[in-house]
């Protein structure tokens, strides 16, 4: 297993483009997320999913979109990059749909700079 | 949201038993407490999760208090590669339609000095 893969490692945008931040999980897990880290923060939610075809806001969700279409996949979209949203993206995903015992497992990451 | 207060950094030296602390004072009755591990530049890693009394794995403990108003983490014995930040998280929080969110803090740093 490949577990929670995250592409592209870094990206540089400049202010109003857009682009897609991909995540992939190949655990079947119904779970999935998308944290967004500045320094010296914590991590704080975006956008989750606990299945496809479901997704709902996370904290900070202005400025990003995401779809489930299918288990395996969660795109987050940037539709006009702000330098704002410059940090690192983390992807997560868990097993169920609400377990409280579930263990999150999280991708690599995606260092974003937005000049 | 339950809310979670840790110390921002801790240090220690290799070989020694560290405890973390977090305080979360209104934890709800349905919360379990779970702890993450980041390394720099990588994403966060389960450590352990309980919900009262003691839990232990082959990493770590965590100690809950009756009360469950706080909880600490215990590393034993740790090494160089234990140098980390670690996330104390509480609930998940329930929102409709049956779906959750976790919550992290900003974590305690923990340089393990030689």
């Known amino acids: 297993n490949a577990g929670v893969t995250q592409t592209p490692k870094f990206q540089v945008l400049k202010t109003g483009q857009s682009m897609t931040l991909q995540c992939a999980q190949d655990m079947n897990h119904e779970y999935m997320s998308w944290y967004r880290q500045d320094p010296g923060m914590g991590l704080r939610l975006i956008h989750y999913?606990?299945?496809?075809?479901?997704?709902d806001q996370g904290e900070v969700p202005n400025g990003y979109n995401v779809s489930r279409s299918t288990t395996e996949d969660f795109p987050l979209r940037l539709l006009s990059a702000a330098p704002s949203q410059t940090s690192v993206y983390f992807c997560a995903s868990s097993q169920g749909q609400g377990g409280v015992l579930e263990t999150q497992y999280f991708g690599p990451g995606t260092r974003l700079l937005v000049l | 949201l339950a809310k979670t207060t840790q110390p921002i950094s801790m240090d220690s030296y290799e070989g020694q038993e560290v405890n973390i602390t977090c305080s979360h004072n209104n934890i709800a009755t349905n919360d379990y407490i779970t702890w993450y591990q980041q390394f720099p530049s990588q994403g966060p890693r389960f450590i352990i999760q309980g919900y009262k009394t003691k839990v232990t794995n082959e990493v770590a403990s965590l100690f809950i208090p009756a009360d469950r108003k706080s909880s600490t983490l215990s590393l034993p014995r740790v090494s160089l590669s234990d140098t980390a930040v670690y996330y104390c998280?509480?609930?998940?929080?329930?929102?409709?339609?049956?779906?959750?969110?976790?919550?992290f803090g900003k974590g305690t740093k923990l340089s393990v000095i030689p």
């Open positions: 998280l509480v609930g998940p929080t329930y929102s409709g339609a049956g779906s959750y969110q976790l919550t």
């Open positions: 999913s606990v299945g496809a075809g479901i997704t």
